[in-house]
């Protein structure tokens, strides 16, 4: 193990862990939502050292992306809700935060004392590894795959179904037939 | 299919890129904080100084349409990821592999065209 | 190359910020946040093991979790957003019907 590839790790390490923690203990939702984007930033970066090329652009077109975005969207749409100047946590907080102390120090310890294999992976070129993973997907993984799909289906469905509920009656839909006929949107 | 070489490096031009992208903006709004008079008045400290002044709440709520829009972006988005690995491997498969991505888009486009039915890509 | 073991204690570590997160915080937003800690956690060691193990299933599962999490986020937030138009709170300890 050389010293640059531990200084790297170390740094990444400390832009994904310190935002983190303030996500958990920012007293403004908005500040919490905004710290998720250095966390994003550095697991896209450890996905980078751990040569996993694929999911370092994943991770910033999706979590940094998407996912950030549609979560703002949902603090913008809800953001009176609560009261800035009252505490965001519940009295559980000095407990669960003893509690999980624990946790993350027995499972460190366990992960330190566990014997681990030698690796013997060299890591490939990304192009390489990004066809084997397409291989995968497409030949052992084919079915998870579509249900995948039918999965994005649902949340898509359920999530229009739940945004659009609320604005009165719902609108009946038009007749196929108008869809096809050119004339856009249906209504 | 190209092959590049292993080697962590490739990322080298990234992160040259992004620590040039925050040392400018940080120098700038050093060097303009440096040079600048400093000289606040009530007119200046106001939201716009040539405009009207604002009314109400600045925190106020949105257009739950945005949230749709959102939505849409990040289901197609994981479609992309999907698609990309896919793109790099169906040669080798073949018609195998086009027919399961065929299925996969059509039961995606079934979505885009109910949104589109129940006017969640119209701007109200 | 640095050894997987620590790739494993960062994980976790981050597992657990987003544990502490979901016990503790009353927004259910916020909350949603803490899953995706959560979440991305348990991607850091899927990979971190995939390579370990020279295997693709880690990395599979990486991608099938992104599915999950992009479906998760969109219908949660889609919940929150109308309770809290129908109720006016979206405190977690105040929500305690299945129904109103």
């Known amino acids: 193990m050389d010293t640059a590839s531990l200084l790297v790790f170390i740094s990444l390490g400390v832009l994904t862990l310190v935002p983190a923690l303030f996500v958990v203990n920012s007293r403004s939702i908005v500040h919490a939502g905004f710290w998720l984007l250095p966390c994003f930033l550095g697991v896209a970066g450890l996905y980078a050292a751990l040569e996993a090329h694929f999911f370092f652009v994943t991770q910033l077109l999706i979590y940094a992306g998407a996912i950030l975005v549609l979560v703002l969207f949902a603090l913008m749409l809800t953001r009176n809700a609560m009261n800035p100047t009252e505490s965001q946590s519940n009295r559980l907080k000095p407990v669960a935060a003893l509690v999980c102390t624990a946790f993350a120090a027995g499972s460190t310890f366990i992960l330190v004392k566990h014997p681990w294999a030698i690796t013997t992976d060299t890591p490939k070129p990304a192009g390489v590894q990004t066809e084997a993973l397409g291989n995968a997907l497409i030949q052992n993984y084919a079915v998870p795959f579509e249900v995948a799909s039918l999965l994005l289906l649902a949340a898509l469905i359920g999530a229009i179904v739940l945004a659009k509920s609320d604005r009165g009656p719902v609108p009946e839909p038009a007749p196929l037939a108008d869809l096809t006929s050119g004339t856009a949107g249906g209504e | 299919m190209p092959v590049t070489a292993p080697s962590s490096s490739e990322y080298l031009p990234i992160i040259v890129f992004t620590l040039v992208g925050i040392g400018f903006v940080g120098a700038t709004l050093l060097f303009s904080r440096l040079i600048q008079p400093h000289a606040p008045s009530k007119a200046k400290n106001s939201t716009y100084e040539c405009g009207v002044a604002p009314t109400g709440n600045a925190w106020q709520q949105f257009n739950p349409h945005y949230y749709l829009f959102a939505l849409l972006f990040v289901v197609f988005d994981v479609e992309a990821a999907f698609l990309y690995p896919w793109a790099l491997a169906y040669r080798r498969v073949g018609m195998y592999a086009v027919g399961e991505m065929i299925l996969f888009v059509v039961l995606l486009g079934a979505g885009l065209v109910y949104a589109w039915r129940r006017g969640a890509l119209e701007w109200e | ?100």
């Open chain 3, 1 to 100: 190359m640095v050894p997987t073991s620590y790739y494993m204690i960062l994980s976790g570590i981050l597992f657990t910020i987003g544990v502490l997160g979901v016990l503790v915080k009353r927004n259910p937003i916020v909350i949603f946040m803490c899953i995706e800690l959560m979440l991305n956690a348990a991607n850091i060691a899927f990979v971190a093991l995939g390579r370990h193990f020279a295997q693709v299933n880690g990395q599979m599962y990486v991608i099938f979790a992104l599915a999950v999490a992009a479906a998760e986020v969109s219908v949660g937030l889609g919940i929150i957003v109308s309770i809290f138009r129908t109720r006016e709170s979206i405190n977690v300890d105040e929500m305690n019907l299945m129904k109103f």
